[in-house]
């Protein structure tokens, strides 16, 4: 009988085991063998990479790439060992070019027996933005100071710009490892603007939350902060610009009041600020946690939008309703004006401004609890959402019924202690950021909320009532020639976009303008022999608070006594030698003095402390240029250029440097580029002119003198110049009108007065 034809057997298949060497006697198949081979495929799969990966962190280390993820590092300051901020934090959320560094500080690496740690965890608003010297933080730790005289209480405020709960998160659980006594979270302004929001320019939009930890883990190996270096380098940058922008980096982001990424938003937030809440109740800290107060009455909405699914007819009646509107504000027909505005909020319920303009009718109505329900609705329609909202608050709110916290309402309380119904410019300078005033109150609501958990013995030690706001202020060393700078400081924001676009914009720069001329009014010399008094006796009592020698440095810099100022700044040096600001101020300070090799020493030390620092390269550069110093100088005005590529300024002192090296062609073509990002920059014209004047380009020179000449008609130098070109181009009538205009502006200009009486005496030389 024939046999069975002989299946194909399979390269690899189980069938070709009749090839396999025999089993040993008593072993299956896959028995010990098996497992052997088993334990080399796993170890092949899984620890062999491991090890690999293992090694190349170690590598990585040891070559001392990537950035330390703490938010305190260990350092000896005196003698006395203490933790500082790290400004490489923050790399695991922004990108380089426009990271965000903490405010300097420093924390006794172990709290004194029987003093008190207060952390201050939150974003620019609690960090105490425009001047954190003034914050609200600042005013709690004096007022607690003054109150209970005989404790230590040591304010630790961690909280910074443009950051949101994602990068509070681990700051959290790094503040819980350090003896805190009492943890004050002020959050939520920055959650759909600040790292992985719905509106960020700093990398992913409102991803889950699951991705965003998976991220941020990663980013804590060196292995996982090359592979996001990489990521961006392969990504079109999330900006047109390389450097920080401030605000207006956002104008083109909108959130639409309905968008899904708002509610995954909300729902990263409560995931995070769960955490937090965690972090601080395992550790045994009492929390303060505030709702968050915003500018309801005075800030109007950044954008508005139309819901895309109102009619052309509709929006055309919305926009009749809205300009029908106008006149009658503006007459101060606050009824029919609200009537015109109620329709508009009918058709359009999601349209900001629509909210806002019949919220301001029903409060001079005086139909406040209708006007609050506007005014939140102005701010939680708000497209570009830079406040916090009804939502966030409501999950603050919700988060504060945990055992263990403590809800400080501060969006209903601060209001209630300044006095009014509805928060406005009493309290704030913009959208979010308090003045003088809120800063004031809102840190008497945060220390009566620490007081009320204080220890019985420490209660026991009451001295007094809580101190006025006039007190607290000369503890803290705030005069009015702060006040001046601070205004300046808050002009300059306030006229950039997107404030400057605000319907109340110039009802705002105008108070603010007429509080500058009000403070420049009261700058007698007897108020600044009586400000330097005040500094003096700040500084008598607290010798150590290295923010009220910055403040007396800053005053007496702008007085112009640099020694004086060099002097405290000095002082800064000593008790904050890892912040890179005293050694930024006593650069500039001695190169303003003339001390060039002075001036490039500190300068170095705070660009070592903070490479990304584009003033300070600036500065350094400006000092190598004096010298001069050419080779030195380039380089320091290309990393300036680099770092921040869409500042004309920068460009044109590349252009000037350049021009000093007798590299003319370059050197125009950094003035063209500086002049590309501000036409109406008037110096970069006339620079340019000259440069072309020097190249033999009469023509091309003239026409920048007269650019020059139409942003500021009474340039003698410019006038000079273009006259001068002009008869270099034959254009002999011109260029004589031209001269005689500069006599008119400076008669005793000796260079005019030669040209002239040259042309009157004959046939014209060339010049």
């Known amino acids: ?73 260990p350092q000896t300051i005196g003698g006395e060992k203490f933790f500082v901020q790290n400004d490489d934090f923050s790399f695991r959320f922004f990108p380089p070019q426009i990271v965000r560094q903490p405010g300097a500080l420093r924390m006794k690496a172990v709290k004194p027996p029987g003093s008190v740690r207060i952390f201050v965890l939150g974003e620019s608003a609690a960090m105490g933005d425009p001047e954190p010297a003034f914050g609200p933080a600042r005013y709690m730790e004096v007022l607690l100071k003054q109150r209970y005289p005989g404790v230590e209480f040591e304010v630790v405020n961690v909280a910074f710009t443009a950051i949101n709960s994602h990068v509070v998160l681990p700051i959290a659980r790094e503040c819980a490892a350090h003896q805190g006594d009492f943890w004050v979270v002020y959050l939520g302004n920055n959650e759909m603007v600040g790292p992985f929001g719905a509106l960020t320019v700093f990398g992913l939009q409102a991803p889950p939350q699951g991705l965003v930890r998976l991220s941020l883990a990663l980013q804590r190996t060196r292995l996982g902060q090359l592979g996001v270096a990489l990521s961006r380098r392969l990504q079109k940058p999330a900006t047109p610009d390389a450097s920080w922008g401030g605000m207006q980096m956002f104008l083109k982001n909108r959130l639409s009041p309905d968008s899904p990424q708002r509610q995954q938003v909300y729902r990263n937030f409560a995931s995070n600020l769960a955490g937090v809440l965690d972090a601080g109740t395992c550790s045994g800290v009492n929390i303060i946690l505030n709702t968050v107060a915003v500018n309801l009455r005075d800030s109007p909405p950044f954008a508005s939008e139309i819901e895309a699914g109102l009619s052309d007819s509709g929006r055309a009646r ?27 909020c009918a058709l359009a319920p999601a349209h ?82 308090f003045n003088f005033d809120g800063a004031y109150h809102l840190g008497r609501l945060w220390a009566g ?57 110039a009802d705002r720069i105008q108070a603010l303008s007429g509080l500058e001329q009000r403070l420049l009014a009261g700058m007698t010399p007897k108020a600044h022999e009586e400000a330097k008094a005040a500094y003096e006796e700040a500084i008598a009592g607290a010798p150590e608070d290295h923010y009220v020698h910055e403040v007396y440095g800053n005053f007496l810099q702008y007085t112009g006594d640099l020694a004086g100022a060099d002097r405290q700044w000095e002082k800064v040096s000593r008790l904050m030698p890892h912040d890179f600001l005293p050694w930024f101020q006593m650069g500039v300070i001695e190169a ?36 001069p110093d ?52 008037a110096d970069a014209h006339g620079a340019l002119g000259d440069l072309l004047a020097q190249s033999g380009r009469f023509p091309e020179a003239a026409a920048e003198y007269e650019a020059a000449l139409r942003l500021r008609p009474n340039d003698v130098t410019a006038n000079f110049n273009l006259g001068v070109m002009l008869l270099r181009t034959g254009r002999m009538v011109e260029g004589q009108q031209r001269l005689q205009r500069v006599l008119e502006l400076d008669p005793n200009h000796a260079l005019a007065q030669d040209y002239l009486r040259r042309l009157e005496a004959g046939p014209p030389v060339k010049p």
């Open 1 to 73: 009988m024939k046999g069975k034809p002989a299946k194909p057997v399979r390269a690899g298949s189980a069938s070709r085991a009749s090839t396999a060497p025999p089993t040993a006697k008593g072993e299956r198949p896959g028995g010990i063998g098996g497992r052997r081979r088993w334990l080399f495929r796993l170890l092949a799969m899984f620890v062999i990479p491991l090890v690999l990966l293992g090694l190349t962190e170690a590598g990585l280390r040891v070559a001392g790439y990537g950035y330390d993820p703490r938010f305190f590092i």
């Open 318 to 344: 919305l926009q009749g309703l809205l300009e029908a509107a106008l006149p009658l504000e503006r007459e101060g027909a606050w009824e029919r004006a609200a009537e015109q505005l109620e329709a508009a």
């Open 449 to 505: 909320a620490v007081a009320d958990r204080l220890p019985e013995r420490v209660r026991a030690q009451s001295a007094s009532d809580w101190p006025s706001r006039e007190a607290c202020e000369r503890r803290l060393g705030l005069t009015d020639w702060n006040r001046k700078l601070v205004t300046e400081a808050m002009l300059r924001r306030l006229r950039q976009p997107p404030f400057s676009s605000q319907s109340n914009q």
């Open 592 to 627: 303003r003095q003339g001390n060039h090799a002075g001036a490039q020493r500190n300068l170095l030390q705070a660009l070592e402390l903070r490479p990304s620092l584009i003033e300070g390269w600036s500065e350094l550069g400006q000092s190598y240029g004096a010298l």
């Open 352 to 433: 900001a401004e629509a909210h806002y303009r019949l919220a301001s009718c029903l409060d001079r109505l005086g139909r406040t609890d209708e006007a609050r329900r506007h005014y939140h609705l102005a701010c939680d329609t708000d497209t570009l959402a830079f406040r916090t909202d009804s939502q966030l608050n409501g999950v603050i709110r919700r988060a504060g019924e945990r055992d263990g916290v403590q809800l400080l309402d501060a969006e209903t309380a601060l209001p209630r202690e300044s006095g009014v119904d509805i928060p406005g410019r009493e309290s704030f300078y913009e959208h979010v950021h």
């Open 630 to 681: 050419w080779p030195k100088a380039l380089d320091c005005f290309d990393r300036a250029c680099r770092l921040r590529p869409q500042d004309p300024i920068l460009w044109a002192y590349r252009a000037r440097v350049l021009g000093g090296m007798g590299r003319g062609v370059e050197a125009i073509q950094s003035y063209r580029q500086a002049l590309a990002l501000n036409p109406g920059y």
